[in-house]
């Protein structure tokens, strides 16, 4: 069955180090997301990505944050400065065209030291 | 702001019998509501969905029920087993293509054998 490959599993930075994280989505979907879980949380919206684009993007999704399609097959969400607060799973999903059902990623857990 | 809410954060069940999900929503423009089922250290991982002009959609062990004029939907499993034991997440989409999903706080989820 087709999956949504997160790199690496996890990731331990300092605080104001930059980090990118890394996403494979299913090769025949269009919509893009990333989304996170700080531990003992509930799984939140970051953003949405289509056609190139930004399509959505929640208030957790500053200026620290950008997601990119560089080469058509990764997907990748960059923080620029770290905080200790941005420690979390991050969760990259994606979605076929008309279809509603998500894949998850199995995350990538990103701790900042 | 709730939209989706999870009110009960745990729940135990014996094995064999029914165990029982609820969640309820604020945002009537809410057109898709999914079951997504989570181990630790892993991605959500899709379970069921039911679209809003349904109100009962059934896989296997697995129904979902929709109440749309009370806002409410819930997850059967019957009959419940060990293995069914994680975080069980409620979720719901808008009815634009690349709308995300937002998700409920999440019921833990104990079958005991």
């Known amino acids: 069955e087709p999956e949504v490959t997160q790199t690496p599993s996890h990731q331990v930075t300092q605080m104001g180090q930059e980090v990118i994280l890394r996403c494979v989505p299913i090769s025949n979907h269009l919509y893009f997301y990333w989304y996170r879980q700080i531990l003992g949380q509930k799984v939140e919206f970051l953003v949405s990505f289509y056609n190139n684009e930004i399509s959505e993007k929640s208030e957790i999704f500053d200026d620290q944050f950008s997601v990119e399609r560089p080469d058509g097959s990764n997907f990748t969400l960059k923080i620029r400065s770290t905080k200790l607060e941005d420690s979390a799973m991050y969760f990259c999903?994606?979605?076929?065209?008309?279809?509603?059902?998500?894949?998850f990623g199995s995350g990538t857990r990103l701790t900042v030291v | 702001d709730q939209q989706v809410k999870q009110n009960s954060p745990s729940l135990s069940v014996q094995e064999g019998r029914i165990s029982i999900l609820n969640c309820d929503y604020t945002n009537s423009m809410f057109d898709y509501f999914l079951w997504y089922k989570k181990y630790p250290a892993e991605g959500p991982t899709f379970l069921i969905s039911i679209s809003s002009i349904k109100d009962k959609n059934e896989d296997g062990r697995f129904t979902v029920f929709l109440n749309k004029s009370a806002k409410h939907l819930s997850l059967h499993i019957v009959p419940s087993q060990p293995g069914d034991s994680a975080v069980y997440f409620c979720?719901?989409?808008?009815?634009?293509?690349?709308?995300?999903?937002?998700f409920g706080p999440g019921t833990s989820l104990s079958v005991i054998p």
């Open positions: 999903a994606s979605r076929k065209p008309l279809g509603q059902d998500y894949t």
């Open positions: 979720a719901a989409s808008g009815r634009t293509s690349y709308d995300k999903v937002i």
